[in-house]
């Protein structure tokens, strides 16, 4: 075990006891509402499954389609209509199994995973959920969090703090019937990771390993792609502070991507916005001087006698 320094918000870095090799759920699409989607086996060889009833194999280059229709999933290949169902999987049956998921309806994107797919019912429309190796799952987590080309030891604190949060959170979609999904709201999570081995390589490196505070619980290991030259303690943006999320300047963000931003809204929308929330006073004062310019972190918008 590895200690930070001593005091209120010291952190401890150690081995947690997680299995490597422990499967992790995670929800796919999940705020699309998906009605129809293919599934082409990318890798190895998986079952079709319903339940103990095995209904087919696919082999590398096999397809299946995916529609929801009265309830129920509708699941037919190229020679077969195998029915409706309200839970189907593909089951990994060798190897390092992946398969590629394109969604139909709404159109998106595919994507592959490694792992395996359950497919469920729901009232209108199919919840879809990837079993995949937990390590797995975090090496696609860092390269869609950190990008592709960066460092061996960047990548060894990505995968700690993406370690951190995920086992933090493992229970936050369990009424859904998965443990995290695949957007920001967990953590972004793009399908297997195909770009850098070395990802991967980090991630295994750093197996177990999680960040806590100084009474053994895990942090919120929150992060950010670019802090903007200044971070925001953790009473600034949620209800309650945490002793290690405080505020600090952080120069090393402000010449990397991301750094600055500005944006563009015309006088009258930016005075009907300061007047529905109540500053009366952008009645009186020339446009001019409503004008924002932040050479350091704000909270609030201040005009005259009056603050938003």
């Known amino acids: 075990m590895r200690t930070g320094n001593k005091g209120a918000a010291a952190i401890m870095i150690f081995q947690a006891a997680l299995a490597a090799a422990q499967p992790v759920d995670v929800g796919l699409f999940n705020e699309d509402l998906v009605t129809s989607a293919v599934v082409y086996c990318s890798q190895g060889n998986y079952h079709l499954a319903a339940g103990n009833d095995v209904l087919s194999q696919m082999d590398e280059g096999d397809i299946i389609y995916l529609t929801f229709e009265n309830g129920q999933v509708r699941v037919l290949d190229a020679d077969h209509d195998f029915g409706f169902f309200t839970t189907i999987e593909l089951r990994g049956i060798s190897p390092e199994p992946a398969f590629r998921l394109r969604i139909l309806q709404p159109e998106l994107e595919s994507r592959i995973y490694d792992g395996d797919l359950r497919v469920v019912a729901g009232d209108r429309f199919m919840t879809l959920v990837n079993r995949v190796d937990f390590d797995r799952y975090l090496a696609a987590v860092v390269v869609a969090e950190g990008g592709s080309n960066a460092e061996p030891e960047f990548y060894k604190a990505q995968a700690i703090l993406c370690r951190t949060y995920a086992m933090k959170h493992l229970d936050r979609h369990h009424t859904e019937g ?16 195909m770009y850098n081995p070395a990802i991967l390589e980090a991630v295994l490196q750093t197996t177990g390993i999680v960040v806590a505070d100084y009474n053994f619980r895990l942090i919120t290991a929150a992060y950010h792609s670019n802090s903007g030259g200044q971070t925001q303690r953790a009473s600034d943006v949620w209800l309650t502070d945490t002793d290690y999320l405080q505020a600090v300047v952080d120069p090393y963000s402000l010449h990397q991507p991301h750094a600055k931003w500005s944006d563009t809204i015309s006088f009258n929308d930016w005075k009907a916005y300061l007047l529905a929330n109540g500053m ?22 201040v005009l005259d006698q009056d603050s938003l």
Do not use: W
Not at 179 to 190: I, V
Not at 280 to 301: D, G, H, L, T
């Open 178 to 193: 998965f443990s995290l999904c695949d957007g920001t709201h967990c953590q972004a999570y793009k399908g297997k990771n």
């Open 280 to 301: 009366e006073s952008v009645r009186k004062i020339p446009k001019e001087i409503i004008y924002i310019e932040q050479m350091r972190r704000k909270k609030y918008f």
